[in-house]
């Protein structure tokens, strides 16, 4: 008979992979609100260059994603070698390298949900309230980020459960550190290559359908909701 | 107090606009769809930049483009009450209101009070309702609250209510008629009804294909003969202020006094003193040379011939002091048969059961 407790192992990888999903989403935000706003709102040269970026974690395979990261992240890359120098700070071989593996991840689903809020905003308003003595700024924080709320909830939502289950572009950048970087899905996978790990990994599988259903369920209501207040 | 001359070039569309206005008071920029008037809007408010044209509001330039000047909507400090409202749906009405208030930033400039909105337009019981429950006429009172909250120096209404049934049009009208009496903030109302424009207008704006083919008081740009086509078609003719004199309840009468006499109309539910505007339509204008005799007619009204039409149509149109310019609608055939001419005097007949549209003024 299969306990159903989890053990040490399992919980510290649930709690890792929270965290990770977390901040991954936290930081992306700011950025994937930036990309949907010049998707939906602004024509400029190398538009679809730059849609095509944005998606490309998306159809690329996550390994490709991984191996990116490390050569540009990693501590001899250019970007990670000077943080490194400058810092002391180094991103492979720990949490916050799989946060950024994550994160870059399910970016373009975050992108995709909240350009098409930015879309389906009338622009009338904000035309209106520019009349009304609203400056761009203004405009864009009291009529449009209000607005696009339901869109931007369920790609926050769509983002996390990604990174939750984030696993090919992780373990190639960050590789597959217990309590630093193996998340649910890499533990998951270690537990299928460890005989006696079955029960384990049964337990994991559980667990993240579990997550991505609540996930999913959760972006579904709030996006219901907050259209409901915002009377569109 | 305001000062437009304005000119843009569109693909297949040539804008050339400009007027002017002393005072505060309500000017119609009247004309059908397509005469440019969605586009002299956007230009007025900043929303589109003319190739060409100056703008001066109250002394202040929002617009000059052979200085540079180019003020940005958000400074143009002109409310602008859309035709379709564009309330915002995720604030409650008061909050819909006072979207501007406090971006009004210097305390000095908030003229207008909440409070004096909210009695004006009839607003207390929709404070705390959602937009979207509002209907047509309500949302149209709470756009004309939220533009006048920010204390405008121009009120700017764009066919405000084109989307309203004629029972919510004639409703709203004598909101509009008090923003001109209590607030001392000029007017510019766009609208291509006739009802509208010989209400509420004391300047017109005749716009037709982008030009301005007219533009000055009401009653004597509506006398024009030349503009018949654009004032009103069939329904063309002279306006006149009057008021009432009397009631004759015997036989369900209404006296109206004007400058330079007296009509007689079919009885009105409307207090003695009060001041109307009403349309004499030209067609229902008759002219004899003599006064008749034992005729139906109860107006009769006698002056000079001003002013004839010319061309070679079945019909010509008669401009005549009676007092005030009055416009009558002849064939061709009876003016050449009477020998109409200008300095000829005649008698005009209008029968009081022609007038059946009224339009008051407080």
């Known amino acids: ?232 | 107090m305001l000062d437009v001359a304005v000119k843009h070039a569109l693909p297949n569309f040539q804008l050339d606009v400009s007027f002017a206005a002393q005072s505060a008071g309500i000017t119609v920029v009247f004309g059908e769809s397509g005469a440019g008037k969605t586009t002299l809007v956007n230009i007025l408010s900043g929303l589109t930049r003319p190739t060409e044209g100056r703008i001066v509001v109250g002394g202040r330039v929002l617009l000059d483009t052979q200085l540079g000047t180019d003020l940005s909507p958000d400074q143009r400090r002109i409310g602008y009450v859309f035709q379709d409202g564009r309330l915002f749906p995720h604030f409650r009405v008061a909050k819909n209101l006072t979207y501007g208030y406090g971006r009004r930033r210097r305390r000095t400039e908030r003229r207008i009070t909440f409070d004096q909105v909210v009695n004006l337009l009839g607003l207390s019981e929709l404070l705390e309702r959602r937009v979207t429950g509002l209907s047509g006429g309500e949302r149209q009172r709470v756009a004309i609250g939220r533009a006048l909250l920010t204390s405008p120096t121009l009120l700017l209404l764009d066919e405000p209510l084109a989307n309203l049934d004629l029972p919510r049009r004639r409703a709203i009208i004598p909101f509009i008629e008090r923003l001109r009496d209590e607030l001392a903030i000029p007017i510019v109302y766009i609208t291509h009804d006739q009802d509208e424009l010989i209400r509420l207008a004391d300047t017109v704006v005749l716009l037709d294909h982008g030009r301005t083919v007219a533009s000055g008081g009401l009653e004597n740009t509506l006398s024009r003969l030349d503009l018949g086509g654009l004032t009103g078609g069939i329904d063309a003719g002279a306006v006149f202020s009057v008021s009432v004199a009397g009631h004759d309840d015997a036989f369900g009468l209404t006296k109206l006094n004007f400058d330079g006499g007296e009509l007689v109309v079919s009885r009105l539910a409307i207090p003695h003193g009060t001041r109307l505007r009403i349309r004499v339509r030209a067609r229902d204008v008759a002219l004899a040379l003599e006064k008749p005799r034992d005729i139906s007619t109860l107006n009769v009204l006698s002056g000079k011939i001003i002013e004839m039409s010319s061309g070679s149509g079945p019909q010509v149109d008669i401009l005549i002091d009676v007092g005030k310019p009055l416009w009558a609608r002849v064939t061709r055939k009876s003016t050449a048969d009477l020998a109409l001419a200008p300095g000829k005097l005649v008698y005009a007949l209008i029968k009081s059961v022609a007038f059946d549209r009224f339009v008051e003024q407080s």
């Open chain 1, 1 to 232: 008979m299969m306990s159903w407790w989890l053990s040490p192992n399992e919980a510290e990888a649930l709690l890792l992979s929270l965290r990770v999903a977390f901040w991954s989403v936290l930081i992306g935000l700011p950025f994937g609100i930036a990309a949907a706003w010049l998707l939906a709102r602004r024509t400029f040269f190398g538009k679809t260059l730059f849609d095509s970026l944005v998606h490309l974690p998306l159809v690329v395979p996550p390994v490709v994603v991984g191996y990116v990261l490390l050569i540009t992240l990693g501590r001899k890359g250019f970007i990670g070698g000077w943080l490194y120098d400058t810092f002391g700070l180094s991103l492979i071989f720990t949490w916050r390298g799989a946060a950024i593996a994550a994160g870059v991840m399910s970016f373009p689903l975050m992108v995709r949900a909240i350009r098409l809020s930015f879309e389906a905003i009338d622009q009338r308003l904000e035309v209106a309230a520019r009349t009304l003595g609203a400056s761009r700024i203004d405009v864009f924080f009291t009529i449009t980020l209000p607005l696009a709320l339901p869109g931007i909830l369920a790609g926050i939502v769509l983002a996390f459960a990604r990174a939750l289950g984030e696993f090919g572009a992780t373990i190639t950048f960050v590789s597959n550190i217990p309590g630093e970087t193996r998340t649910l899905p890499l533990a998951l996978f270690t537990f299928t290559q460890t005989p006696g790990g079955e029960d384990s990994a049964i337990r994991l599988v559980v667990i993240s359908l579990a997550l991505a259903i609540a996930a999913l369920i959760a972006s579904e209501m709030i996006a219901r909701r907050v259209r409901r207040q915002i009377g569109s």
